[in-house]
């Protein structure tokens, strides 16, 4: 298993800046892959940015030069900076990691930080 921890959420105004956290821990070998993803309500959850193995990037479109995606190996932990926030970036931010298996993959995920963004 594999736990994950967010920090950072909350709210903010537009056009400000936030920082989430993720912190892995427990069995985290062979994880290919750690994400943010985020469900605003009444909507579908979605990718914002992942991060693959040799640092290997992918963001949403709304989210280009907005946001940053990055980690920090040696603390098993990944970031996601929010830059120029909008109201539409409102939503509960799911952190993600993601195992290649056998027979396809494993997904864990942690509980989830709401991110509030006032006009």
């Known amino acids: 298993q594999v736990q994950l921890v967010e920090s950072g959420g909350g709210l903010v105004r537009a056009g400000g800046s936030l920082r989430l956290s993720c912190a892995a821990s427990g069995s985290i070998f062979a994880i290919d892959r750690m994400g943010w993803y985020r469900q605003a309500p009444g909507k579908q959850r979605e990718l914002v940015a992942a991060?693959?193995?040799?640092?290997?990037?992918d963001y949403a479109d709304s989210v280009k030069g907005r946001f940053t995606i990055s980690s920090d190996n040696a603390k098993n932990t990944v970031f996601l900076q929010m830059n120029s926030l909008k109201p539409e970036d409102t939503a509960v931010y799911y952190c993600?990691?993601?195992?290649?298996?056998?027979?396809?993959?494993?997904?864990?995920w942690g509980q989830g930080t709401q991110v509030t963004v006032s006009s």
């Open positions: 993600n990691a993601r195992k290649n298996v056998a027979m396809g993959y494993l997904d864990y």
């Open positions: 991060i693959i193995s040799g640092g290997i990037t």
